[in-house]
């Protein structure tokens, strides 16, 4: 214990030092969101607030309700099509063999590694040749074809299901959506609440298929922030308003971070290990 009380009190300091660091600009976003605007053009960004003022946050409330409510509207089904569609495409690939089942793993893997900008064209291109106009539903539709390659990680956890578990069910008469329903998905908690948590952090915070794809009525969160910090008036940027609606945006992601995060981690553990 003499010996290694150094080596432990060097990483909880270094530890300590990491986390001020990353919660440095989140502190000082929060401090200066309740400034005044007067108060912050004349004074510094790392000074107190000399009087805390909520109007910043109440204007940027009044900005961003309907793309909050278009964002939540566009994640909750999107998440929760992509992630069931993501887990019946991994138990497939992972426990039934057909032709071609390497190939379609491999196009998977290559499609996870693709930047969403790849893909910005030939979708913009195809929807215009379909017809097909801007709405949430369109909206929805992209962000679940896109979220495909989502399978390999539940494929990666199925490999860990005991086959004679699976056989056994057969036996006793149970079909493939049964299997399914009743027996995989109770099972796949921890990585279904990994996959949850990527699919609302990345749906929430995506801009460019919201700001292509999305109504113009209805943009999502991400789009409607960033033309809430290009617009200046009389040339001076409101940077408390700013920081307001950007906490504001994040404050979902960061809910959904406290409120799963301890599963997120075992989820993760639990996924590292199989195959």
Known sequence: MKKTWPLRALLHALALAAALLMAGPLLLMLMNSFKSGAELSQGSFLAWPQAFSGSAWREAWALLRGSFASSLMLAVPAVLLSSLLAALNGFVLCKYRFRGEQWVSLLLIVAFFLPVKVYLL???????????????????????????PLALFFRNHFLGFPDELLQAARLDGAGFWSLFTRLVLPLSRPIFVVVIILQFT???????????????EARPITAALAQLAAHSEGGVRAYNLEMAAALLAALPTLAVYLIAGRHFARGLVAGAVKG
């Open 122 to 148: 030939p979708l913009a291109i195809s929807m215009a040749k379909l017809g097909l106009s801007k709405s949430l539903g369109l909206l929805i539709a992209i962000h679940v074809i896109y979220s495909l």
């Open 202 to 216: 990345t749906l929430w915070n995506e801009y460019l298929f919201g700001l292509v794809f999305g109504p113009d």
